[in-house]
């Protein structure tokens, strides 16, 4: 019994897919047959012809499709394009001055009168403005926060910083031009060096 229903159903089921086709097929012939022709008033028929029936009615003009600007199914590179070389020789880098060789060494004030202590290295020397340092840096200025130089084959300015002043008391002994030749030492000293 219930192979019986099973059968009538898909028998049911058959029917109205064969049904609805139908009426898809003759629905969709209609109205092919209906866009093909232009039903004429039956007194425009003389100007049209005379023939009385259906004049054709004619499809319009498509515009034409532009062309492929690359092929349509090619491959392509996700990879970004190689960077262009550049044929031209590289320019050559701007002069720079060397590392500043000095430091500030100190402030010596005596008798009212200052000096600045300039270091290289080892070596400790006071410093006058208009001076040379070493046939490459000139002195320029000396001011209470800064000591500005030039360098000479550059013509470049740099400064040093000024840190601080101590004043020396009187009983200190002087630094003279004799003292920065021997190497920081006071002039009673290099008299009394062993010859």
């Not at 009538?8 to 866009?35: C, P, Y």
């Not at 006071?126 to 320029?140: C, F, K, M, N, S």
Request: charged letters at 20%; hydrophobic letters at 35%; proline letters at 9%.
């Amino acid at each position: 019994m219930l192979e019986m229903r099973a059968r009538m159903r898909k028998t049911g089921l058959l029917a109205v897919l064969a049904g609805t086709l139908g009426f898809v097929v003759l629905d969709s012939a209609r109205v092919e047959r209906s866009t093909r022709r232009v039903e004429l008033p039956a007194d425009s028929s003389s100007q049209a012809g005379g023939s009385g029936g259906s004049v054709p009615l004619a499809l319009p003009e498509r515009s034409q499709l532009g062309e492929l600007r690359t092929q349509l199914f090619s491959s392509r590179s996700w990879q970004p394009p190689a960077p262009k070389i550049s044929t031209a020789p590289p320019a050559a880098p701007a002069p720079t001055a060397p590392p500043m060789p000095y430091r500030y060494a100190g402030k010596l004030v005596q008798g009212g009168r200052q000096s600045v202590l300039l270091s290289k290295g080892d070596r400790v020397f006071p410093i006058h403005e208009g001076e040379t340092l070493d046939g490459a840096y000139r002195v320029e200025s000396i001011g209470e926060t800064q000591v500005t130089l030039t360098y000479l084959p550059l013509a470049r300015e740099e400064r040093i910083a000024v840190d601080s002043s101590l004043p020396v008391s009187a009983s200190a002994t002087r630094l003279d031009s004799a003292a920065a030749a021997g190497g920081g030492q006071p002039a009673s000293a290099i008299r009394e060096a062993p010859r």
